[in-house]
């Protein structure tokens, strides 16, 4: 069974990058036809798919959000990690790493969820 956790500051300041880690266990992030993705909900809204990482190391993301995000990954620790630059209070939200094995990258798609992290942006 996959198991994903979430880990970072749970607060951040406008204008500064927001890194978040999504640690997996109970696989590997590089197996076959995986795609680990970082998806949001910000307080009241629904949850906004943000980008994902392959199992090949290729990504993909959110046009809305391509210019501000960043995700990378370290196969030695298993882990993968989102960079959102220039946060702004809008940013704040519960953010989830997740996986799945298909190329349709919404949130009904994913298979595995971590818990969710809140992140609250203010100055």
């Known amino acids: 069974q996959v198991q994903l956790q979430e880990s970072g500051p749970g607060l951040g300041k406008p204008s500064q990058t927001l890194s978040l880690t999504c640690t997996v266990s109970?696989?590997?992030?590089?197996?076959?036809?995986?795609?680990w993705s970082w998806i949001r909900q910000p307080p009241g809204k629904g949850l906004e798919w943000m980008g994902a990482i392959a199992y090949t190391g290729n990504t993909y993301y959110n046009p809305s959000l391509k210019s501000r995000t960043s995700i990378s990954r370290d196969t030695s620790k298993n882990q993968f990690t989102l960079q959102l630059s220039s946060v702004t209070p809008e940013d704040t939200a519960v953010y989830y790493c997740?996986?799945?094995?298909?190329?349709?990258?919404?949130?009904?798609?994913?298979?595995?969820w971590g818990k969710g992290i809140l992140v609250t942006v203010s100055s």
């Open positions: 997740a996986a799945t094995r298909s190329l349709i990258f919404t949130p009904r798609a994913m298979e595995y």
């Open positions: 109970g696989g590997s992030i590089t197996t076959n036809y995986y795609y």
